[in-house]
């Protein structure tokens, strides 16, 4: 909220935004005035100059009073309008924060470049489980068909369970716009960094984001960790022939039917 103040904003609130433009940078701001003549809209004119320099996002809805007309022994007199144009603010306030999620996301400072220009790379996190949850079940679909079965936990888990091994595993997504493009887990056992759960949107395949996500999880393995190891569908010829493409080798392992797990040693850890 502002008041008119010499028909310019108040210099009070020039500094708090210079402040605080780090932390609101990429957030949608809405603007209530006051005043007499020109009911403070000359400085909110003058207000979302600056926030817009300072990269917030103006509204393009305001609320303006005029406090001749609009107060009462101290108090707002009653206003259909007024309320409504308060709600209908607050509305495109909150909208708007939505869509500018990607924006602030983006400017963390966990993330890093992804594959795709604009992308970018983050751990994921149990929050992310209702976008886990839809990759997952867009791509196992496709891996059930190839593979005759639909034994697939991935197509199976629920939104919570996907929650639970979020928190539990070491999990790397890309990200553009808001989508989910891709993802990959990993986790140790013993001297062994297990791999799973590769997933890249299908629109979106055969253009390098699988074999990325890949490498980067193999980068994330420990120093004291000796071989990678993961499972795929026995008749998922494309997954095997891009993990044999970068050095994994069958090798007998207790794996669920109908799956072949792959191993290669880790480069510099060879026992």
């Known amino acids: 909220m502002t008041p008119e103040y010499n028909y310019g904003m108040p210099a009070t609130l020039k500094n708090a935004l210079d402040y605080l433009s780090d932390e609101w940078a990429w957030k949608p701001i809405g603007f209530v005035s006051y005043g007499n003549t020109s009911a403070g809209t000359r400085s909110v004119q003058h207000a979302k100059q600056v926030v817009t320099t300072l990269r917030m996002v103006p509204l393009g809805a305001s609320v303006a009073i005029r406090i001749g007309e609009s107060v009462e ?46 992308s970018y790379a983050r751990r994921l996190t149990p929050d992310d489980a209702a976008q886990v949850t839809v990759l997952q079940r867009c791509c196992w679909a496709e891996e059930a068909m190839l593979n005759d079965t639909t034994a697939v936990p991935a197509l199976h888990e629920s939104l919570e369970e996907v929650r639970e091994w979020l928190a539990n595993w070491h999990t790397t997504g890309i990200w553009l716009d808001g989508r989910l493009l891709g993802m990959v887990r990993a986790r140790s056992v013993g001297t062994d960094w297990h791999l799973g759960r590769l997933a890249v949107v299908p629109d979106l395949r055969s253009r390098g984001l699988g074999r990325w996500l890949l490498h980067t999880a193999e980068g994330a393995a ?34 669920p039917d109908g799956t072949v797990c792959l191993a290669k040693e880790i480069p510099g850890q060879q026992r």
């Open 73 to 118: 022994n101290g108090q707002l007199r009653t206003d259909a309008a007024r309320d409504a144009a308060g709600v209908a603010l607050v509305d495109e306030l909150a909208r708007l924060a939505q869509a500018l999620w990607p924006m602030r996301e983006r400017a963390r400072a966990a993330t890093s470049p992804g594959p795709v220009p604009g």
């Open 222 to 255: 420990g120093s004291n960790l000796h071989r990678i190891l993961l499972f795929t569908g026995a008749k998922s010829l494309h997954n095997i022939h891009l993990y044999e493409s970068e050095g994994y080798q069958p090798v007998p392992a207790s794996a």
